[in-house]
């Protein structure tokens, strides 16, 4: 079974910076691509960022590129996102999954939300 515990937000100023972690397993974590998501109320999930499945490349939203990072760890099955410079439009709260792709075809993926982490940025 799929699990995903996010973990790492909290409340900063603007400009300020957390890093996002995500423990993840159920799963062969190293040959599956992997995302970040958000959601701030009253509107839809979001992709973030992804990651390969080596952590050799990423892909991030237009509105967070030079300002996140995507990053994994294989060996510890978690992945994680530090960011910096945060803005009041980044409040959300924050999920880690396997990437759009793999969510479309994998009904495991689809059914394994975790909680998420919430972050907060005041103004």
């Known amino acids: 079974q799929v699990h995903l515990v996010e973990s790492g937000g909290g409340l900063v100023q603007s400009g300020g910076s957390l890093r996002l972690s995500c423990a993840a397993s159920?799963?062969?974590?190293?040959?599956?691509?992997m995302s970040w998501y958000r959601q701030a109320p009253g509107k839809e999930r979001e992709l973030v960022a992804s990651?390969?499945?080596?952590?050799?490349?990423?892909n991030y939203a237009d509105s967070v590129k030079g300002r996140f990072t995507i990053s994994r760890d294989n060996a510890k099955n978690m992945l994680y996102m530090q960011m910096n410079n945060l803005q009041p439009e980044d409040t959300a709260k924050y999920h880690c999954?396997?990437?759009?792709?793999?969510?479309?075809?994998?009904?495991?993926?689809?059914?394994?939300w975790g909680q998420g982490t919430q972050v907060t940025v005041s103004s």
């Open positions: 990651i390969t499945r080596t952590g050799s490349s990423a």
């Open positions: 999954n396997a990437d759009p792709g793999s969510i479309a075809t994998s009904s495991i993926f689809a059914r394994s």
């Open positions: 159920g799963f062969t974590f190293s040959i599956t691509v």
